[in-house]
């Protein structure tokens, strides 16, 4: 009777095991295998526009190099100091940014915000490749189309935007750039995320930002906030870092998506000084 119980045991112990390590693996298979669903939530349904804000704005709709036609906003400021180019983080849409283009439309930017492909208006599906080519049809249509000359273009990208924007800038000659909340690389976030799963063996959507910081030859500001919840604080350090100067470091307040918010007037200030460094230009009218 002994020997039955110890072997009715120990049959139970083996298919718990067997249990959890299936488990462990049918988890990893989907998370390679799906991976673009733990990093993209887009949403199609377009909200507000600018209209709602008070400010004018046109609808723009380009075409990528592999024929996916995007949508975005371009928000006229009067006597721009220059023009924001805005790359948005990886849940939402255009439509869910509207307190930020206000903001940066009182510091007297130009704003200019697309979807990447598979948010709001945009076709196709979202990748990483997908959103660089994204990035360099919205560059492509402020330099060729409303001919805005480079030097006073500001690319700007919040979270996941700021991979978009990190590449970007590794690739054209800006007047700056400017990463709010990002982290040094997508793999770098997840594999502290999900600690027991090989992330870095099996990620293959990468956004390096830190080897892209390391190519700039603009200037740079980074900010970030102690408190941001989703893309731990050490990671906008390590991005500032690894930027050459001239950079500026911005400390934020609050969360990852209310940092702006909370941080208020310092936030301004911090942008409009930055702003008045590399586009040698007064500041806003605000």
Same mark, same amino acid.
Do not use: C
């Given at each position: 009777?002994?020997?039955?119980?110890?072997? !009715? =045991?120990?049959?139970?112990?083996?298919?718990?095991?067997? *249990?959890?390590?299936?488990?462990?693996?049918? *988890?990893?298979?989907?998370?390679?295998?799906?991976?673009?669903?733990?990093?993209?939530?887009?949403?199609?349904?377009?909200?507000?526009?600018?209209?709602?804000?008070?400010?004018?704005? $046109?609808?723009?709709?380009?075409?990528?190099?592999?024929? #996916?036609?995007? @949508?975005?906003?371009?928000?006229?400021?009067?006597?721009?100091?220059? =023009?924001?180019?805005?790359? @948005?983080?990886?849940?939402? +849409?255009?439509? /869910?940014?509207?307190?930020?283009?206000?903001?940066?439309?009182?510091?007297?930017? +130009?704003?200019?915000?697309?979807?990447? &492909?598979?948010?709001?208006?945009?076709? /196709?599906?979202?990748?990483? !490749?997908? =959103?660089?080519?994204?990035?360099?049809?919205?560059?492509?249509?402020?330099?060729?189309?409303? $001919?805005?000359?480079?030097?006073?273009?500001?690319?700007?990208?919040?979270?996941?935007?700021?991979?978009?924007?990190?590449? %970007?800038?590794? $690739? !054209?000659?800006?007047?700056?750039?400017? %990463?709010?909340?990002?982290?040094?690389?997508?793999?770098?976030?997840?594999?502290?995320?999900? &600690?027991?799963?090989? *992330? &870095? %063996?099996?990620? @293959?959507?990468?956004?390096?930002?830190?080897?892209? #910081? $390391?190519?700039?030859?603009?200037?740079?500001?980074?900010?970030?906030?102690?408190?941001?919840? *989703?893309?731990?604080?050490?990671?906008?350090?390590?991005?500032?870092?690894?930027?050459?100067?001239?950079?500026?470091?911005?400390?934020?307040?609050? /969360?990852? +998506?209310?940092?702006?918010?909370?941080? /208020?007037?310092?936030?301004?200030?911090?942008?409009?000084?930055?702003?008045? +460094?590399?586009?040698?230009?007064?500041?806003?009218?605000?």
């Amino acid at each position: 009777m002994t020997q039955m119980r110890r072997n !009715v =045991t120990e049959s139970s112990v083996l298919w718990i095991v067997v *249990v959890i390590a299936v488990g462990y693996i049918v *988890v990893v298979v989907l998370m390679y295998l799906f991976q673009s669903s733990f990093i993209y939530f887009p949403s199609r349904n377009i909200v507000l526009t600018p209209q709602s804000a008070g400010l004018d704005y $046109e609808n723009v709709y380009l075409f990528t190099d592999d024929d #996916v036609r995007l @949508h975005g906003w371009y928000v006229p400021a009067e006597d721009a100091r220059g =023009t924001l180019l805005f790359f @948005h983080g990886n849940a939402g +849409n255009i439509s /869910g940014r509207l307190e930020s283009i206000k903001l940066f439309h009182s510091l007297g930017l +130009n704003i200019f915000i697309i979807d990447y &492909r598979g948010y709001g208006k945009s076709e /196709g599906s979202p990748s990483e !490749v997908g =959103t660089y080519r994204d990035a360099k049809a919205a560059w492509q249509y402020l330099t060729e189309v409303q $001919e805005i000359p480079p030097d006073q273009i500001v690319l700007f990208g919040r979270s996941l935007g700021g991979g978009v924007a990190a590449w %970007l800038a590794s $690739e !054209v000659d800006a007047g700056a750039v400017v %990463l709010e909340s990002v982290f040094t690389s997508a793999v770098d976030l997840a594999s502290e995320m999900y &600690r027991i799963i090989p *992330v &870095r %063996l099996l990620m @293959h959507i990468q956004y390096p930002v830190m080897s892209y #910081v $390391e190519q700039f030859t603009m200037p740079v500001m980074i900010a970030h906030s102690p408190g941001d919840e *989703v893309i731990p604080y050490h990671h906008g350090q390590k991005v500032f870092d690894h930027a050459a100067e001239p950079k500026t470091w911005m400390e934020m307040q609050g /969360g990852h +998506n209310d940092g702006f918010i909370q941080t /208020g007037a310092a936030y301004v200030k911090a942008w409009d000084d930055f702003l008045k +460094n590399v586009l040698n230009v007064g500041s806003s009218n605000m």
